[in-house]
């Protein structure tokens, strides 16, 4: 199976960190830039440009793509489906004019010219408002159209706004938001490979965030404790085995909990008796 992954800018490191860390370690793939074998014999690794990437899976190139929702939506290939939401490249694509001029809503943009890198989304935007607009596709520097009057507004991809704030134009709307996806071909979605590299993926989203807590507590009061760290359904309670604990009554509890929530909840487990509290990071969590 062969996964396409960015090959460069902020898409390329944070996809393949995330693959290191569900354990499809790249090897052998430094110097040909091109493809990466993995530590599954079954699956490689493709680099391509980000908006290429769709096409990629569609024409079977490769079966999985890791790629932003706008290129996945501006490409438009009809036959991928969206697996994984990856939770990181967070943007948005908006729909923006001069500060200074007359656009102040969709309706105002009716007859006039739109400058954007992305004409699929922005004309089937302005279609399904029943808009017209002409759309003008520009490979850069869209922010500056407006001011050579090359368009009245532009549908561009903002992650602060600053450059907007900067070039002084303003959101009118907001057309699209997106994150990085993982996709597959409709007609691999279901392989057992997909499916085990989905699995895979997800269990490193769902340790974000995430802290393992471990510590000692006294068995008479295990349901104080129960209720300061619920846990992923409850938390783990297993019997210490050896030495006085075993004869003071003394539990092993072991729970997940949310990293925001590990400071108070150390100091409420503190007084209901807990003892010997250790907080691990979780690298992947299968539920």
């Keep these: ?154 549908v561009d991809i903002t992650s602060t706004g600053t450059t907007l704030q900067v070039n002084r134009l303003a959101v009118v709307d907001e057309v699209l938001s997106s994150s990085v996806r993982l996709f597959a071909r409709d007609d691999v979605v279901d392989d057992d490979k997909v499916q085990q590299v989905v699995m895979a993926l997800e269990s490193v989203l769902s340790a974000d965030g995430k802290r393992y807590l471990m510590m000692n507590a006294p068995q008479d009061r295990l349901g104080e404790v129960r209720d300061v760290i619920p846990g992923l359904g409850g938390p783990t309670v297993m019997n210490v085995e050896s030495g006085k604990d075993e004869e003071d009554g003394t539990v092993a509890v072991h729970a997940v909990v949310d990293e925001r929530d590990v400071f108070e909840t150390i100091n409420e487990l503190k007084s209901v008796g807990a003892s010997g509290i250790l907080v691990t990071e979780i690298e992947r969590l299968v539920e």
Excluded: W
């Design 1 to 154: 199976m062969r996964i396409a992954v960015p090959n460069k800018g902020r898409l390329h490191d944070p996809a393949m960190e995330l693959l290191e860390s569900a354990g499809l370690h790249a090897v052998d793939g430094a110097d040909r830039k091109l493809y990466a074998d993995t530590v599954d014999p079954d699956v490689t690794l493709l680099f391509a440009r980000a908006a290429d990437i769709p096409e990629y899976v569609s024409d079977g190139a490769a079966e999985v793509g890791i790629t932003g929702l706008d290129q996945v939506r501006e490409a438009d290939p009809g036959n991928v489906s969206e697996l994984l939401d990856l939770a990181f490249g967070q943007c948005r694509l908006v729909l923006a004019a001069p500060e200074d001029g007359d656009i102040r809503s969709v309706a105002d943009v009716a007859g006039k010219t739109v400058a954007t890198e992305f004409p699929h989304i922005t004309r089937q935007y302005f279609a399904e408002r029943d808009v017209e607009v002409d759309v003008v596709e520009v490979s850069g520097a869209t922010e500056l159209t407006p001011h050579v009057e090359m368009a009245d507004a532009i």
